[in-house]
């Protein structure tokens, strides 16, 4: 090998590695993104559980229209759409449910 078809080499693996740490820069903001997303995600997770506990007054895991109306007024506000099988009280999992729902139908950074 002559010193120019080694230089030639070297050209080329220097641009891949650039290539490889411009992709792994551009990847950085996402991952960075998804980390912050996951993380309010379980905040707003846990904010909920802890609006749910304080609503439920008689600590049945339901919440009561009368309960969302005193202690969860946007869950208040949405309880027919809720509580579809109309069974008067919502679980945890139905709000959670709900929310996530809503979430999904927003425009990020809406």
Request: aromatic letters at 4%.
């Given at each position: 090998m002559n010193t120019t078809t080694i230089v030639a080499v070297?050209?080329?693996?220097g641009a891949a590695l650039a290539?490889?740490?411009?992709?792994?820069?551009?990847?950085?903001?996402s991952a960075h993104?998804?980390?912050?997303?996951?993380?309010?995600?379980q905040q707003m997770e846990a904010e909920?559980?802890?609006?749910?506990?304080a609503a439920?007054?008689?600590?049945?895991?339901?919440?009561?229209?009368?309960?969302?109306?005193?202690?969860?007024?946007?869950?208040f506000q949405h309880f027919d759409e809720i509580d579809s099988a109309k069974a008067g009280s919502l679980t945890l999992a139905q709000i959670a449910a709900f929310a996530r729902a809503k979430a999904a139908t927003r425009k990020p950074g809406g």
């Open positions: 070297f050209a080329r693996r290539l490889c740490g411009a992709a792994l820069a551009a990847l950085a903001p993104a998804q980390s912050t997303n996951a993380a309010r995600v909920l559980q802890k609006r749910f506990a439920d007054l008689d600590h049945d895991g339901r919440v009561t229209r009368a309960e969302a109306q005193a202690g969860m007024p946007l869950v």
